[in-house]
């Protein structure tokens, strides 16, 4: 039983993109540093890395030490979390355990993928590595090549017509272009995308978000820990819950259907003590279009094999009955791997400050997170609150 | 800075005594590398075809068509030159020079300095720059600057559809013989990983969208605006523009970055239907701009080499250029001479079939 609010207290980030000039170590300092002066100067006694495939694109592991040290926090506690494409969303919930349990005060969270020091095969044979190893990469399965099975289902289960994903990502770039952080900031419009280059079928370029670099960090402590003089509005971690699924996707009876995904949204709005329908914004996984329909049906906002149609009739607008993906989300933002879940929760802090710019949701009390880590093999859920 | 610090300008006036191209007759159009290898997809091609050399063909043998031409329209003793440099990242011999072949077969041997030159796609232009030092000092009365490349692509890679081959030579020499004056030059070089081959591998590897912000874009816009800065100049003080062509966008890009129009770099605008010819790419513009250019003319020219560096030369036209021209094939004449290969003959030309 947690007895006392757990609070955002500091929010740092880098701009998301192709950033060849910064690496891995010097993207995550850049963010520590804005998180620790965003949260008024609050020390950090421990650090939860979110990192994806460091090992393999930066050759480097051992980031708790390495970003420890070079954030100027030597001699704290400090680890790697790694949970594939949820790894920031897993690196929050370790922070929020620690702080919550009483045994840390104030934990620095940060997550943190360089992608471009490698291109080409070796970086789709690094992403592979996220998949089944020896029941589906083996067999040359990708990220991508298995979110176009599951699209490629779900349309024909569903009777969805072929540009009927195509609401998910018009939604992401109009955000987008309000985001200064954002690698898109431009608006497309429908027949950009139907007449967009496919990248593997059904799926076309804006059915898939960019891989690119950026760090993002959060400071987290106890409200009675803040200082005096804190100038933000507070925002509480609300719920944090996570849950598994099979990692290969054959081994589920039913695919199109985000198991963990329903669960750990379920036991997060259970834990918050709220309805979904309070819930005034979500920042959901559209790593790939597909993802961002199934995660809205296992969310419960929409019936099985209709998620497509909050995307197509308006409901996740800005304007719209629950906003997603407000600023971007990973298909404008860009989808920097491990880091992900913490831009996520930044996002969801900006908008419950009220410092979201043009993107600001009126009056947003209660955003939902959820980050996942391949096909919803792990799913990651945070509500965060803004207190009065 | 100051022009003393920036542009290299040598103490004697120098300039281009004469010039030549050559483009090698076959062309592969894009759409058969499309065809081969992404299922004939026809949108967004680079370019429209490229230049493939024959079987017999390299470096040597169009260093010496491209240098004979620069002769023909020198008229100058051969004798007299005093340096053969060669640009090129395709020379035959890993070592042994392509620039000895070249002098003693025009009959600049033996007392001539000779070097190859690498430096990615704007070697040609370095061994101008150190012609301009070699004349301009009083040294030597005449240099040999060429570049040319048979470019290689690893079947299909992005690079495939535009890695051409051709090329131009320069005689370069006192300001007062040339057919164009070089005012000035000045480079800008860092160090940018954005294309490369290391020993023993056939093909280069670049870095996809790195090649073109903060490599080719960064340079050449740079280059630019420097020279143009310290000469005081501006876009429109220019007839023509030349900018390293690795496809058809690039170069339109950085004219425009650097608010040249269309109609400016229009004549030098090769590589829609050569290709990118590298070592040879941004100086076989400049030979049909001056296959062009009237006296009084003022031309810009600038190189971008991976790796990354440009060279950007200020470079006037003289009275002698138009009874100069003709003395020679012009580029276009190679340019039409034209024969279309499909890509099994491509093949089979550059050596691409295993036979043992």
């Known amino acids: ?66 970003l420890a040290d070079y954030g100027g926090l030597t001699g704290i506690e400090a680890e790697t979390v790694e949970a594939g494409g949820a790894s920031g969303g897993a690196a929050l919930r370790q922070g929020y355990l620690a702080v919550a349990s009483g045994l840390v005060d104030v934990a620095l969270v940060v997550g943190v993928e360089k992608f471009t020091d490698v291109i080409g095969p070796d970086l789709e044979a690094a992403l592979a590595t996220l998949t089944d190893a020896d029941f589906e990469s083996v067999h040359g399965l990708t990220l991508t090549a298995q979110a176009a099975l599951l699209a490629g289902r779900y349309l024909h289960e569903n009777h969805v017509p072929t540009d009927g994903l195509a609401g998910f990502a018009l939604t992401a770039h109009s955000n987008g272009a309000g985001n200064k952080n954002a690698m898109f900031r431009k608006a497309i419009a429908l027949d950009l995308y139907q007449k967009a280059e496919p990248i593997c079928d059904p799926l076309n370029i804006f059915d898939v978000a960019p891989n690119a ?22 925002v509480r971690l609300a719920a944090s819950s996570i849950a598994s699924d099979t990692l290969a996707l054959a081994e589920r ?14 036991h997060a709005i259970q834990k918050a003590g709220i309805h979904r329908e309070q819930v005034d914004l979500f920042e959901y996984y559209d790593a790939f279009s597909i993802f961002a329909a199934l995660t809205l049906e296992a969310a419960g906002y929409a019936k099985r094999g209709e998620g497509w149609k909050l995307a197509r009739d308006g409901f996740i607008a800005l304007t719209g009955q629950l906003p997603c993906a407000t600023l971007g989300g990973l298909k404008a933002r860009g989808n920097p791997g491990g880091a992900t879940g913490v831009y996520q929760a930044i996002d969801a802090v900006a908008q419950l400050r009220g410092q979201a710019g043009v993107n600001q949701i009126t009056g947003a009390r209660y955003a939902l997170i959820q980050c996942l880590g391949g096909p919803a093999s792990i799913a990651v859920t945070h509500i965060l609150e803004r207190l009065t | 800075m100051t022009e003393n610090n920036t542009l290299l300008k040598p103490s004697r006036p120098v300039g281009i005594v004469g010039y030549g191209a050559y483009v090698p007759r076959y062309r592969l159009p894009a759409k058969e590398v499309a065809r081969v290898w992404v299922g004939g997809r026809a949108t967004g091609l680079p370019i429209k075809e490229k230049a493939v050399p024959g079987q017999d063909e390299d470096v040597v043998t169009m260093s010496l068509e491209a240098v004979r031409n620069a002769l023909k329209r020198a008229g100058i003793d051969p004798a007299e030159i005093r340096a053969v440099w060669i640009g090129s990242e395709s020379h035959p011999y890993a070592v042994k020079p392509t620039s000895t072949i070249v002098a003693e077969a025009i009959g600049a041997a033996p007392h001539v300095q000779a070097a190859d030159m690498e430096f990615a796609c704007k070697a040609g232009t370095e061994a101008m720059v150190m012609a301009m030092g070699l004349v301009g000092s009083g040294m030597a009365r005449y240099a040999v600057a060429a570049g040319l490349d048979t470019a290689q692509g690893k079947p299909g890679d992005a690079l495939e559809y535009t890695a051409a081959a051709g090329g131009a030579a320069f005689v370069i020499g006192p300001a007062e013989e040339s057919l164009a004056t070089i005012n000035a030059s000045f480079s800008y070089v860092t160090d940018t990983p954005d294309f490369w081959r290391r020993e023993y591998q056939h093909y280069p590897e670049h870095g996809n969208r790195f090649t073109g912000e903060p490599a080719y874009f960064k340079h050449s816009t740079a280059a630019g ?20 062509q690795p496809n058809a966008k690039f170069p339109q890009r950085a004219a425009s970055l650097l608010g040249f129009t269309p109609e400016q770099i229009r004549p030098g605008l090769l590589s829609p239907v050569i290709g990118n010819t590298y070592a040879g790419a941004a100086i076989i513009g400049l030979t049909a701009t001056l296959d062009v ?3 009084g003319d003022r031309i810009l020219l600038v190189s971008f080499g991976s790796g990354a560096g440009s060279d950007a030369l200020d470079i006037t036209v003289t009275d002698k250029l138009p009874e100069r021209r003709n003395k020679a094939l012009k580029t276009h004449d190679y340019i039409a001479r034209r024969t279309e290969i499909d890509y099994a003959i491509y093949a089979r030309l550059r050596g691409k079939i295993a036979m043992k």
């Not at chain 1, 993002?216 to 100038?231: G, H, I, N, S």
């Open chain 2, 225 to 244: 605006k420097i020279i143009m800065e310290a000469l005081g100049t501006k876009s429109s003080d220019y007839t023509w523009a030349i900018f390293h």
């Open chain 1, 213 to 234: 670099d950026g760090a993002a960090a959060l400071v987290l402590t106890r409200r009675e820990l803040l200082p005096k003089d804190f100038p933000h509005p507070v």
């Open chain 2, 293 to 295: 250019a009237q006296p």
């Open chain 1, 253 to 266: 009876s039913d695919p199109v259907w985000f198991t963990a995904a329903q669960a750990s949204v379920e």
């Open chain 1, 1 to 66: 039983m947690i007895m006392t609010d757990i609070i955002v207290a500091g929010i740092g980030q880098t701009s998301v993109g192709e950033h060849w000039d910064e690496s891995l170590r010097s993207l995550a300092v850049q963010a520590i540093q804005a998180a620790i002066k965003n949260s008024g100067g609050l020390q950090p006694q421990a650090l939860y890395v979110g990192n994806m495939l460091g090992a393999i694109l930066s050759r480097q592991t051992h980031l708790g030490a390495l």
